[in-house]
Structures are given as structure tokens and as C-alpha cells.
């Protein structure tokens, strides 16, 4: 954020501690700045000791960001202690260091989304994913919203409902016997943890006295009693938020809790940054007059000083084809027009599917692109063998994680030695790591089979050995070479395929290697940070390319120039939104989406698009007229904006100074 001086709101937000306070920041509103500067001053001013602070973030991404800020703003030392993680991290470090009374090892699983189905299939006896993803789902639904399985039974209120009520309980045991927990239970352990035990809660009071709360607006409800414990009655905490940015609702978050806050504390300070450090006022005119037409909670306008800039333009396009060659031809024609870098740019969609199009015109065009909120890249096979191993060597009860790493790569244990301990094991109520040592287990497996078994359970209590003492690069390569994992895989894949997955292996290993230097990890230590993260700390802002992104993905993010496309009715408020009356989310995924851009703003649509083989006619989305005349620039029909005499100067000054360039040296 460029402003020199903090304004008054901000200052105000920062200086604010006589109970809790609500800072409703608009877009681009400096609120990273304010948290930032509110933990400089508790520390620095008022002398709060820093490991009495939480900073809680929604994304890795944000709690690096910040981490790196305050330290920039306070320096190592005075920041040593600070808490700054996300909801799901402060989750672990409670969970792990109560894992005794909530019946649990401190070095417990956490599982990921497909070994959660997995569980799922073998619950319920169904293996079409679709189904189990979900019964997933609707389980994940009820733990966000701290709704246990009796009370799931009398709540499910039709078939899929009523069957995940069925298995929800014995998918809980079956986690618990596999000493794992998912991602929801991170959040939902503690709240019960809590609730049953006020002397644990008090402890916990008592070491965070004060907390700052991140994009307050995306919270679900398991987290906003969280907050509510941890801040108990003295209501020491900062929330930021935006309820015109709530747009995770799908996801459990829950913008009630904003309504909530000033109920269970109604001294409750509302401060609002209306101040926009990031775009002109044309762009800011068109989002608060979308956003307008959804009922507030809070009312509050955008205003900028970065002048007028370039009208807001609309473009119809005859087909999502002619779409996408019309955006990379004029990005491209803007690029050598003004001088500007690739990264500068953005291509902003509702929905995945609607990349592949750009995606081929980029390539045509040999336009470097980055693709956001796609694939990830744990759930690739090769990252997920390492992860199997990594979780068994911090939990031996882990029984996925033991059944991928004994099978990967192949050791002669096969589908019938597997099965055969299962057996055994369920009989005994143990872990398959377990069952392999125990006497028992001889008079239902060869001897052959045994002793395969046990070399593997041998090796990896070596591996553990070393783990929970050694620097974690070094432990990694050396397990990497005694499994014989690339070998492997140019056995069982084609050269070019084995090349790439070896590849991330490296950057997996090598990323392990430096996380565990910087932060003086040791491999055990970093095994659960791992399942936390989502994405490798890849730096792609560095790289100069255009990003596409979902407009989901793109919360958070600027650029200088953006290109919002496939804006009608349908895709843009998505169909499923008109059908169920949900509207306002979608309009306010409008307003993030204008608000990412900076200095010009593009909206597209189409006028035809093929449904199967039909093709249909589409209608502009509502929130183009929403948006009004003032300060718009529509090509698709009469615009009520001329160009103004400043905006054509400027063309032509900047169409001369380009034809003054000698060859060569534009672009």
C-alpha cells in the first residue's frame, strides 16, 4: 500500500483497546497494515509480551505475508513468540498439545480429503466416488457447524442426509483408530475440548490474551466459537472483515457471524476503512454501485484519490471462442501500447471449465501464463507416496498411510498378505505396524510374508529413529534412496511421465530441506505442517506472466489490469444461485472481482454459447446494469460515457511516443 501516512479510521483501529473491536475494511483498504501495525503497537506501546499475541489468518499464503511484514515492521527480536498461523494451525498446536486429554498421540494423522474418502467407501460399502464425496461433504457440513452425529440423525432431512447420519459415527471411530483426525476436527476438537474442560480453556485464555482475526467474514461457525472461547469474556480481539467480500458460504462460512458479534458483545467498537488505496474511482464507482442492491449490514462506500482513470468497458462477443481471442488480442494490443509486464494482467472467470479457452489463445499467442486454483500440488500421485511415508513415521497406527507406503514401490506384500493382516489386526483392535510384530500374527501369514512385513516395520522405526533427531532434508534423501523411489518409478512409468514426477519429487525434497533449515525443524517436527499446507510455497507473483484465476481464487489478490470474463446471466450469477434465490454471494463475487483491478477493468460476455450440442443465446448478467452509465464505456450498445478530451489526448500522446521508439525497443 502505497499511502505514506496511516488515516485517521486506520489509526483509530490500531490505537482502539478498550473492548472488542470490529474494523469493517472495505477493498484494498490497508487492512493487513492495520493488523500489522495494531501488533507493533501492543508490543511496542503497551508493552503486551508478543507470545501472549495470535494473529489468525485464513490461508498460509496470508499468514507468511504477514509474518514477513511484521518483521519488517518490528524486527526479528521484538516479534519472537508471535503467533500468526491459520484457524486449521492454531487447531494442531491445541490438539497436539492436549492429545492426552482428547484421547489422542501428539504426532496423530491428519487425513486428506481422499484418504477421507476412502474411509468413507469402506464405511458405507459404496464405492462410487460420487456418492462418497457427498456423504463427505455432508458430514464435513455438520462438523463446521458443530453438529454432532445423534443430532445429525434428527436433523437429516432427506435420503443423503439420513445415510451420511448413519456412518457419521463410525466414520469418527474409525478415524480415532487410525489415531487421525480430518481437517474439520482441527477446528472442532478444541470448541469441544473447551466446552468440556474450562480449567484447559483457562490455560489457553491466559497464554493468548490478545487476538486479530483475518477476513472475519469467511469464519464458519466452529471457528467463531473458537474465537469466542479463546477471547472469553473480556472480548480482547480485533476482527477484519468485509461483508461485501463473503463469498465462502458453500464452504460453512457463515456471514451471520458478523450479526453475532455485536450480540454477544454488544459494546462492540465498529471502525470502517472506506478509503481504497488500490483503484481509480471509475472502477470503485462500478463495485459500490453493484454492490448497492444487497441489503447491508453495514453500510459503507469506497472512495479513492487516484483520480478518475480509464472507463470500466463492457464487450459483447458473439462466442466464448471469439471471447477469448478478442481478451488475448487486447491484452496483447495493451501490453505494447502502454509499455506494461505480463504479470500486470488478469483473466478472471466464475468457473474452472472456462480456462481452457484463454489457456489455447495464450499458447497461440506465446503469452506466459499461470493458472490459479487449480489442481494442487499434493494431490499428485508421486507427493502422495512421500506423504504416506512421512505420516506412518510419525504414526504407526496410521493404517492408509501404512498400506500406500508398504505397496509403493512394490515389495512382494501383496492384496492377500494385506488382507490376511487386516483380519488380524481388526480381531485384535490394533494397527496393521502393530499387528506385523505381534507373535499372533505368524499363525495367519507364511513366514515369508512375515518377514517382508516386519524388514518394512524395521525400516521405518529406523527412519523414525533419525526423524525425530535429525535435520529433515537429509532424512528425506536418504529414505527416498533405501526405497529405491526413482528407480521405481522409470520402471513403472514412460521415460517423459517418470521425468516429471522425479522432478517434484525434487522440488518436494529440496522444499523440505530448506523449510526445515530456515525454521530448525527436524522431519518429525514438520510432518503435520505438511498436511496443513495445500499448495508448495511456490513464489509465482515473481514470474512475469499473465494469471488466470477463478474469482474465488483471485480474493486477495490485485493487478494492475484485469479482464473479467463470462459475465451473464447463468455463469455469472451462476444458474444454481438464480434457481435457490442466492443472489446477493454471487453479486458480491462481482464486487471482488472489479475490485481487483487497479487501473482498467474489462467486462466480457457472450452472446451465444453451446449447451451439448445445442447452442443457446445468452443474456449479459444483471450486474452490468447493475454497475449504471456513469463512468462505463459499452460497446455492446450505445455508451452513455464519450470519450473525454483527457482520455484521447493520452491515447494519441502514447501512440506517438511509441511510433518515436526506435524498432526494437518497445515492449
Known amino acids: 500500500m502505497s499511502a505514506p501516512q496511516l488515516n485517521p479510521p486506520q489509526r483509530e483501529a490500531i490505537r482502539y483497546l478498550d473492548g472488542p473491536c470490529l474494523v469493517l475494511a472495505g477493498a484494498g483498504s490497508g487492512k493487513t497494515r492495520v493488523i500489522t501495525q495494531k501488533i507493533a503497537y501492543l508490543v511496542g506501546d503497551c508493552g503486551l509480551n508478543p507470545a501472549h499475541i495470535a494473529a489468525i489468518t485464513f490461508t498460509n499464503k496470508a499468514a507468511k505475508e504477514m509474518q514477513e511484514r511484521i518483521g519488517k515492521l518490528m524486527g526479528g527480536r521484538m516479534s519472537k513468540g508471535l503467533t500468526v498461523c491459520t484457524f486449521h494451525a492454531l487447531g494442531v498446536r491445541i490438539v497436539r498439545q492436549e492429545a492426552a486429554t482428547l484421547g489422542l498421540k501428539p504426532q496423530f494423522s491428519i487425513l486428506d480429503a481422499s484418504d477421507i474418502a476412502q474411509i468413507i467407501a469402506d464405511v458405507s460399502g459404496n464405492t462410487d466416488k460420487a456418492r462418497a464425496k457427498a456423504l463427505q461433504w455432508q458430514i464435513s457440513s455438520w ?74 467474514q469467511d469464519t464458519n461457525r466452529a471457528q467463531y466459537r473458537l474465537m469466542h472461547q479463546l477471547a472469553g469474556v473480556r472480548g480482547a480481539f480485533t476482527a477484519v472483515g468485509d461483508d461485501d467480500q463473503a463469498i465462502y458460504a458453500w464452504r460453512g462460512a457463515d456471514v451471520e457471524n458478523l450479526r453475532q458479534l455485536s450480540v454477544d458483545y454488544p459494546q462492540l467498537k465498529v471502525i470502517k476503512l472506506e478509503q481504497n488505496y488500490r483503484s481509480t474511482s471509475r472502477i470503485l464507482h462500478a463495485a459500490n454501485t453493484v454492490i448497492a442492491h444487497n441489503e447491508k449490514l453495514f453500510e459503507k462506500k469506497l472512495w479513492s484519490e487516484h483520480g478518475a482513470g480509464e472507463p470500466v468497458t463492457v464487450v459483447a462477443c458473439q462466442t466464448p471462442e471469439h471471447e477469448a481471442e478478442s481478451v488475448v488480442m487486447k491484452l496483447s494490443a495493451h501490453k505494447f501500447e502502454h509499455r506494461t509486464h505480463f504479470k500486470d494482467y488478469a483473466i478472471l472467470y466464475r468457473g474452472n471449465h472456462q480456462a481452457r479457452l484463454f489457456e489455447q489463445q495464450l499458447r497461440n499467442h506465446k503469452i506466459p501464463y499461470a493458472l490459479s486454483g487449480g489442481r494442487s500440488f499434493f494431490e499428485n500421485a508421486e507427493i502422495r507416496d512421500l506423504c504416506a511415508y512421512m505420516r506412518l513415521i510419525a504414526n504407526e497406527d496410521d493404517d492408509l498411510a501404512f498400506i500406500r507406503a508398504i505397496t509403493v514401490p512394490r515389495r512382494g506384500i501383496g492384496p492377500a498378505t494385506l488382507e490376511a493382516l487386516g483380519r488380524y489386526a481388526g480381531h485384535r483392535h490394533i494397527s496393521l505396524f502393530a499387528a506385523a510384530f505381534e507373535e499372533g500374527a505368524a499363525e495367519h501369514l507364511g513366514g515369508r510374508q512375515i518377514e517382508a512385513l516386519r524388514d518394512f516395520g524395521h525400516f521405518i522405526n529406523r527412519v523414525a529413529h533419525r526423524a525425530a533427531r535429525e535435520a529433515a532434508g537429509p532424512v528425506m534423501d536418504d529414505l527416498l534412496k533405501a526405497i529405491g523411489y526413482e528407480a521405481w518409478l522409470y520402471e513403472s512409468c514412460d521415460p517423459r511421465e517418470a521425468e516429471t514426477k522425479w522432478s517434484n519429487v525434487g522440488d518436494f525434497t529440496g522444499w523440505i530441506g530448506r523449510k526445515g533449515e530456515e525454521d530448525g525443524k527436524t522431519l518429525l517436527d514438520m510432518i503435520q505442517t505438511i498436511s496443513l499446507i495445500t499448495m508448495l510455497d511456490k513464489d509465482d507473483a515473481e514470474l512475469d506472466q499473465v494469471q488466470l484465476a477463478t474469482l474465488h481464487a483471485s480474493k486477495g489478490l490485485e493487478f494492475k489490469h484485469v479482464f473479467l470474463v463470462g459475465v451473464e446471466e447463468g455463469l455469472l450469477p451462476h444458474q444454481s444461485s438464480i434457481d435457490e434465490d442466492k443472489i446477493e454471494e454471487e453479486r458480491r463475487l462481482m464486487y471482488v ?57 493520452a491515447r494519441l500522446a502514447n501512440l506517438r511516443a511509441m511510433l518515436g521508439n526506435k524498432p526494437g525497443t518497445i515492449g
Not at 183 to 203: G, M, N, Q, S
Not at 609 to 620: F, N
Request: a negative charge; one cysteine or more; charged letters at 35%.
Open 143 to 216: 462438523k463446521n457447524a458443530l453438529i454432532e452425529p445423534d443430532e445429525a440423525a434428527r436433523l437429516a432431512n432427506d435420503e443423503l442426509a439420513a445415510a451420511a447420519a448413519l456412518f457419521y459415527a463410525e466414520y469418527d471411530k474409525t478415524l480415532r483408530a487410525y489415531q487421525g483426525v480430518d481437517f474439520d476436527d482441527l477446528i472442532r476438537l478444541p470448541v469441544k475440548l473447551f466446552a468440556e474442560h474450562p480449567e484447559v480453556l483457562e490455560r489457553w485464555q491466559n497464554r493468548l490474551r490478545y487476538l486479530l482475526i483475518d477476513e472475519y
Open 593 to 649: 472481482g472489479i475490485t481487483r483491478a487497479q487501473r482498467s477493468l474489462t467486462i466480457t460476455y457472450c452472446e451465444r454459447r453451446k449447451a451439448g450440442r445445442e447452442v443457446r443465446s445468452c443474456d449479459p448478467s444483471r450486474f452490468i446494469d447493475e454497475m449504471g452509465d456513469e463512468g462505463i464505456r459499452r460497446s455492446d450498445r450505445q455508451s452513455k460515457e464519450p470519450v473525454s478530451k483527457e482520455d484521447a489526448r
